[in-house]
Nanobody, 115 residues
Framework: EVQLQASGGGLVQPGGSLRLSCAASGFTFNNYTMSWFRQPPGEGPEWVSSIGRGGGSAIYADSVKGRFTTSRDNAENTLYLQMNSLKPEDTAVYYC????????RGQGTQVTVSS
């Protein structure tokens, strides 16, 4: 059974930083591209970033490019999202997914950017 559990969210002021983690289990982690999505309150999901199997390349939505960095530790089956220069519009529940399949998401983590 695929399990994905995101953590590390919280309340942060505009301009602040957070680092999200996603613990993966139930599949061979290093065989798959992994992604981050977010879902703002009352809205649909938005793709944020994806990273290749080896972790050497990542792509980003224009809305986060230059501020967010995705990485992975295949030895620990863990995906990361470093978020800097946070804005109020980054407020959302953040999910990690296997490949770019939002249906594979597990537990998300709430990020709230507010003064």
């Amino acid at each position: 059974e695929v399990q994905l559990q995101a953590s590390g969210g919280g309340l942060v002021q505009p301009g602040g930083s957070l680092r999200l983690s996603c613990a993966a289990s139930g599949f061979t982690f290093n065989n798959y591209t992994m992604s981050w999505f977010r879902q703002p309150p009352g809205e649909g999901p938005e793709w944020v970033s994806s990273i290749g199997r080896g972790g050497g390349s990542a792509i980003y939505a224009d809305s986060v490019k230059g501020r967010f960095t995705t990485s992975r530790d295949n030895a620990e089956n863990t995906l990361y999202l470093q978020m800097n220069s946070l804005k109020p519009e980054d407020t959302a529940v953040y999910y990690c997914t296997k490949q770019s399949d939002f249906r594979s998401r597990g537990q998300g983590t709430q990020v709230t950017v507010s003064s």
